[in-house]
């Protein structure tokens, strides 16, 4: 079960209830694009390959959750360096990128932000997927520096992440309040991933049948 898959089908409780409390995105949808129409469109270089969108889009939606929800246990921020060192990344560097997520996006520059978010959105990809041959992922593996770990992109897709978040943070600042958090979870986030255990009497009825 994924909250997107749940969000999708119309029939699911939860988009019931998003729909009933939500029922119209329109004009949310309606300023963002408007806040896009006059983005210039830079087409990538043919020679350097199809850009890897999904890995840019992850980067992206964590930088900008990242700025709704900045606190200790916000959507980058619960990406400890504890992910890092599973794989296989030095502790102190490990250490040193989790003092940049302390520090929080709004006092980074905004390519350093976006290059840390890029390292979120690749563990929250890891966490979801568990693929550790993904070759994005796999890209994180073994770093002894900070700088390696952060620079492990190509400059074009930090590029994108920078300008599109910037483009999007006006948009979502109304959101930025105090005892907003971003991915929470809940007494019962586990139960429908949990199976019951049947009682005596069911498991004595399905003996006798």
Not at 148 to 159: S, T
Not at 162 to 168: K, P, Y
Request: glycine share 6%.
């Amino acid at each position: 079960m994924t909250l997107k898959r749940e969000l999708e089908d119309p029939a699911s409780m939860i988009r019931r209830w998003f729909a009933a409390r939500l029922p119209d995105a329109k004009p949310a949808q309606h300023r963002y694009r408007e806040a896009m129409r006059g983005a210039d469109t830079t087409v990538p270089d043919p020679a350097s390959g199809r850009p890897p969108w999904d890995v840019i889009g992850h980067a992206i939606s964590a930088r900008i959750l990242w700025h709704v929800d900045p606190t200790p246990a916000g959507t980058i921020a619960s990406q400890s360096a504890t992910e890092l060192t599973s794989l296989e990344v030095d502790s102190s560097t490990a250490a040193e990128y989790q003092s940049l997520i302390d520090r929080g996006p709004g006092v980074l520059d905004a390519e350093v932000a976006a290059r840390v978010a890029r390292v979120g959105g690749l563990l929250d990809r890891l966490y979801r997927t568990g693929r550790r041959d993904d070759p994005h992922v796999e890209a994180l593996t073994g770093h002894t520096t900070l700088d390696g770990l952060l620079a492990a992109a190509p400059q074009p897709w930090i590029d994108d992440t920078v300008a599109l978040t910037e483009l999007s943070l006006p948009l979502v600042a109304e959101h930025r309040l105090p005892g907003t958090h971003v991915a929470p979870t809940f007494a019962g986030s586990r139960a429908p991933s949990v199976a019951p255990t049947p009682t005596t009497s069911q498991r004595a009825a399905s003996s006798s049948t």
